[in-house]
């Protein structure tokens, strides 16, 4: 597994971020591919909701777990994965920071699972590329939040 981490600074404070990010409605405002969102309880430890994702008339639906939720300090959501892919752990953590909210983003993820060719340089690339993704979802959900 190795963890990625990436943050961005927030000019709300926590309370209106946590508040976007566990709405789970504003996904959609951070990816035209989620086409639908499925959950049937209020958010806390253990709820399980569906989120699809639509692509070139391909349609996804997966299974997402909440593992950590602390209100305007973490929330946390398992991703499970059908194989050869992994379950991905993502997490938010919540800092006030001058008024403001350092809002940290990590992942959980193993990025050469088995059966997957593993070439030298490989993890590498797939850590740039997933931190480039990373950084584009927090420019959008600052600019979410912040209006």
């Known amino acids: 597994m190795t963890i990625l981490e990436t943050s961005v600074k927030i000019s709300k404070p926590v309370e209106k971020v ?3 990010i566990t709405n789970l409605d504003n996904q959609k405002k951070l990816s035209s591919y989620i086409t639908g969102i499925e959950v049937s309880e209020q958010l806390k430890v253990g709820t399980k909701y569906k989120i699809q994702t639509t692509s070139m008339g391909h349609v996804n639906v997966t299974l997402n777990e909440v593992i950590s939720f602390e209100p305007n300090k ?25 008024g403001g909210t350092k809002l940290i983003m990590q992942m959980d993820a193993v990025l050469t699972p088995p059966g997957m060719p593993n070439m030298p340089g490989m993890e590498d690339m797939m850590k740039k590329q997933m931190m480039a993704g990373f950084e584009a979802t927090l420019a959008t959900m600052k600019k979410a939040i912040e209006g």
């Open 18 to 20: 946590f508040e976007f």
């Open 74 to 98: 973490r929330f946390g959501v398992k991703t499970f994965a059908p194989p050869p892919a992994s379950d991905v752990t993502n997490t938010y953590i919540l800092e006030e920071d001058s």
